[in-house]
């Protein structure tokens, strides 16, 4: 096989050929699906006569193909692996096409594909080229019509993008509808749907008074998990109103449920396709955070309606103009109607340990690339998290006002078309009348810029001398980087009244809370007017995706973090003592030395445990340790025995010092009500589950009975799943074993709660969990085939037992090589994000990366996918 060819950002063309409006005809069937495409053709007015015209196309049975009703002979086209090329098409014509494509066997899940009998399609990236031949890229868009045709008693149910339009019956126990959508729009957008489903549905009346249909379509037995989704897409489209001014434009908004799906969901036009995990609830069968998922996703792809679809992407490499923007979208929107000082941290402690790993290792790229080969593999941390944080600085840069004035400009100037991360940045420049020239470089320089901050207070001129310098290590293909426009928001908090100082920068008031702007490699910003010694509140809210480092001593943390007015850095504050209490520990580990508990920590966890007042939800969060993963990522050699020795040790000596108040905390957030996904009901679980991990850590007996009971009660899933973890994590089989046999046996039916009994499973700290992992590998309700399940046995085992994955026999490493070779050949996308533990071999000790290594050569030797070969080549570079 040749090697899989990069694409370059720099070789981008405008397309020759414009697509006006495309027919499309499918004839439903599991191996011979039939697809007819009409496609009416222009030549772009700059494009020279007799220029060729190139059509996408990858496994499909080209049946017959005719222009303006002229079959073409076979000198005048040419076919090959990947698409068509017609040779000298006239100005403007009709192309028709009619191909055979086998929808059973296409296990990628990429194209058409069936999940559980039901007929659906994934077009993003490049899936639409699987169908029929296309100008498969953005930057090409059209009206569609579609009918699809199908069994009456097979797939009741037939739907596509925009309204239907014509319906009716034909011979054989066959039917057809016909979609209308009158939205020009990219191949990726593209859904069809048959199955038997049912559906749900309501109506929203949008601002200007427009009656919108909303369906949500799921099998039968689901129909009692769809309220949630739909109260948040009610939510979602509401709030878009109000805070973006954007209206829903069709008269029917339909979601539908696939279980067998690579990522979250898909913002086809009217027409999402959700992965069942990511759109049914229950109380009983989802958690607290489940729900905030699916609300969170469902407002995510609503929103794509305008930040993707109305104006979408040039090429590929804007990628994030339409990811990282819609995930600023839906983190305001979660952020609005919930605590918003909790989502923040939950996305920062997430970005932080994943997205910084990302972008410090062989994958690290720009949030706009500049060379792919295989685009799935783009879908990244760093294009929708690290470009939601570029979008966020943007908007704290600009003010909420300038801000809104930008995004108007640009829906208005680009609706309808195909555009680049320069389009949107030049209309915030506009609005705002600031130069964004050297924040561009945020899109354009991969890695994490670490700033290394000094300050001094000078008594006698009453002056505090704050120094940052900045620096982004290098990272493959750019060893050398420019120094960043940083903003960092940040306060003063004097050590005598505990109070934030008025700021004052060169004269300049900044009031209490003021942005600094870093835009040299070094700079000092000297504060004048400070009457008593400070301690500096950093990067507030994280206001720029760096590392920042200062030296502050363990009082100043605990000073912070009972003192700073900002919610977000009391929280990083106790983050911060956490890791120079746990960096003493790893040393004791590793040294053999006896491991003392910093009695600073546990005072300050006492402070937290005994002041009260605080927001439940945001306490909750201040008593959870930092995780394995990213107490890994602040370790210069990840030493995964001693971090996970400290961590436990942290864990078990807080638990049995604060033992009393963490019972106390477990009984007062104790609750019998019914179940409902509001903010102060989470926020109650959230802390007396909190408080039941600590008891359960040094298996207080009381602790343990305390799970057991909450175990039985089988209250609602956040509750049960937590107890259920913490006695299969616990020393005590006696209660796991018949506690998970129960569970398991109650939820046999239910493929979503399964997966959840799977991660259970082989998160578990003993020695045992990769046994499990291959022993249930075997169970029935494992399969390969299913996204959800290899995340949900596989994904977590690899990225969440840590002290397993990472065994010195490398028995870890095997497994996951083993899934990858497999998986390679069924689901590339998959593989392919599956094996990245793997190619981070760099952070391990010696042993471990001859082990890694030895695995990713294992995988090389294999006939690859571009996917994998991608990554992995990288990986051993
Ligand atoms: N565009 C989808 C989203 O972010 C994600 C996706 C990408 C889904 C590729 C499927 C395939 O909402
Ligand atoms: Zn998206």
Redesign the pocket.
Known sequence: MSEPKPTYRHDYRPPAYRVAHVDLTFELDPAATRVKASLQMERHPECKEGEPLRLDGEQLILKHIAIDGQALESDEYTLDDDGLSVRQPPARFRLDTEVEIAPCDNTAL?GLYLSSGMYCT?C??E?FRRITYYPDRPDVMATYSTTVIGDKAGQPVLLSNGNPVKRGELPDGRHFVTWNDPFPKPSYLFALVAGDLKKVEDRFTTMSGREVTLQIWVEEENLGKTDHAMASLKRAMKWDEETYGREYDLDLFMIVAVND???????NKGLNLFNSAAVLTHPDTATDAAFQRVEG?VA??YF?NWS?NRVTCRDWFQLSL??GF?VFRDQCFSADVNSAAVKRIEDVAFFRTAQFAEDAGPTAHPVRPDHYIEI?NF?TLTI?EKGAEVVRMLYNLMGEEAFRRGSDRYFERFDGQAVTIEDFVDCMAEASGQDLTQFMRWYSQAGTPEIDAYGEYDYANAEYHLTLRQRTPATPDQPEKAPQHIPVRMGLVGTKSGRDLGLSLEGESLGSDGVIHLREAEQTFVFTDVPEAPVPSLLRGFSAPVQLRFPYSREDLAFLLANDSDGFNRWDAGQRLAMLALDDLIAAHRNGVEKVMDPRVVDAFRSLLERGGDDKAVLAEMLTLPSEAYIAEQQPLVDVEAIHAARTFVKQSLAATLRDDFLRLYQENESDEPYAPQPEQIARRSLKNVALGYLMAVEDEEGVELARRQFEADHNMTDVRQALTLLTHSSRDDLAAPALRSFGEKWAHDSLVMDQWFAIQVTRPQTDALDRVRHLMAHPAFSLKNPNKVRALVGTFVNQNRINFHRADGEGYRLLADVVIELNRLNPEIASRLVTPLTRWQRFDEPRQELMRAELERIRAEKLSPNVYEVIEKALA
């Open positions: 990429e994934q993003e990236a899936g799906f690579n990522m979250g969901a898909m913002e996703i995510h792809e794509h993707g339409k990811e819609t799935t879908y929708y």
